[in-house]
T-cell receptor, first 116, second 110 residues
Framework: NAGVMQNPRHLVRRRGQEARLRCSPM?????VYWYRQLPEEGLKFMVY????????ESGMPKERFSAEFPKEGPSILRIQQVVRGDSAAYFC??????????????FGPGTRLTVL | RKEVEQDPGPFNVPEGATVAFNCTYS??????FFWYRQDCRKEPKLLMS???SGNEDGRFTAQLNRASQYISLLIRDSKLSDSATYLC???????????FGAGTRLTVKP
């Protein structure tokens, strides 16, 4: 039973390029969350998605960042025109479909984005 | 005020010591609480959920104080392998959203 999968594990981009980060949730999970972790800092919530729906994007920067979770395929976090300040580890997590405030979130290994 | 606040540490303790971390949260309507553990350059993993009555799992004890809006984690008989960053996590909106504290770094030394 594969866990949460993220790819790529490491991504290097030059300023102004686009970064696409992919996340495949655990089998049977329909909720996906994206977090950003800057060096030596905690996890910052970015966005919470269900299939084809954005539930909460209150943590997403207003510009250049977008996320989707299509009916088929992985969730995508897209960063346009990257800047050096976007360099961070981006973690994806997933949780099961049933509603419970004690649902555990299972994390993927993260994508480490470096912007040159 | 931050939604979840933790003392960043670091806490440096000898093997066998008892160490406690506290975490405060701002939303009094928060429903569920957790401690996650994160090793260096790894993903966070659930350590334990924190229930109203408090709960214990081996050397780890978690407590919730709703009146003062804080949760605590107590680690007894510290092991070298306990060295990690401990993340306080709160579900403030009674849905699947989680808010993470910045973490408390623990180093257990021989």
């Amino acid at each position: 039973n594969a866990g949460v999968m993220q790819n790529p594990r490491h991504l290097v981009r030059r300023r102004g390029q686009e970064a696409r980060l992919r996340c495949s949730p655990m089998k049977g999970h329909s909720h996906v969350y994206w977090y950003r972790q800057l060096p030596e800092e905690g996890l910052k919530f970015m966005v919470y998605l269900q299939k084809e729906n954005i539930i909460d994007e209150s943590g997403m920067p207003k510009e250049r960042f977008s996320a989707e979770f299509p009916k088929e395929g992985p969730s995508i976090l897209r960063i346009q025109q990257v800047v050096r300040g976007d360099s961070a580890a981006y973690f994806c997590a997933s949780s099961p479909m049933f509603q419970s405030s004690y649902n555990e979130q299972f994390f993927g290994p993260g994508t480490r984005l470096t912007v040159l | 005020r931050k939604e979840v606040e933790q003392d960043p540490g670091p806490f440096n303790v000898p093997e066998g010591a008892t160490v406690a971390f506290n975490c405060t949260y701002s939303n009094s309507a928060s429903q569920s609480f957790f401690w996650y553990r994160q090793d260096c350059r790894k993903e966070p993993k659930l350590l334990m959920s924190v229930y109203s009555s408090g709960n214990e799992d081996g050397r780890f004890t978690a407590q919730l104080n709703r009146a003062s809006q804080y949760i605590s984690l107590l680690i007894r008989d510290s092991k070298l392998s306990d060295s990690a960053t401990y993340l306080c996590v709160v579900n403030p909106y009674n849905n699947n959203d989680m808010r993470f504290g910045a973490g408390t770094r623990l180093t257990v030394k021989p």
